[in-house]
């Protein structure tokens, strides 16, 4: 059975920076797609980045472009999403997401992912 476990969120201070891990506790990833949503206190969950597992194309959120990025540890079966330069408005908890969609534009909507991590909370003083 698929199980993402999420890993790396804590607390930094603006301008700061933290490494988020998600792993497949598994054997291995079913996911062609692998994401990573956030939801802040009072507000819906959104799309924060996405790669897909082969070939390695990604997607991010206009939010976090330039900050964010995404990547993979094939060996380890493990999705990162390194984030610079944070903001307070990053605060969220951070959940990993699989997505069984293999080709096409790689999707940001969350219907499309169907396995999910417990999520990670981020928190990012000013």
């Known amino acids: 059975q698929v199980q993402l476990v999420e890993s790396g969120g804590g607390l930094v201070q603006t301008g700061g920076s933290l490494r988020l891990s998600c792993a497949d506790s598994?054997?291995?990833?079913?996911?062609?797609?692998m994401g990573w949503f956030r939801q802040a206190p009072g507000k819906e969950r959104e799309f924060v980045a996405a790669?897909?597992?082969?070939?390695?194309?990604?997607k991010y959120a206009d939010s976090v472009k330039g900050r964010f990025t995404i990547s993979r540890d094939d060996a380890k079966n493990t999705v990162y999403l390194q984030m610079n330069s944070l903001k307070p408005e990053d605060t969220a908890v951070y959940y990993c997401a699989g997505s069984r969609l293999r080709y096409g534009p790689i999707s940001p909507r969350q219907v499309d992912f169907g396995t999910w991590g417990q999520g990670t909370q981020v928190t990012v003083s000013s």
């Open positions: 790669m897909r597992w082969s070939g390695g194309s990604t």
């Open positions: 598994g054997r291995t990833f079913s996911s062609y797609t």
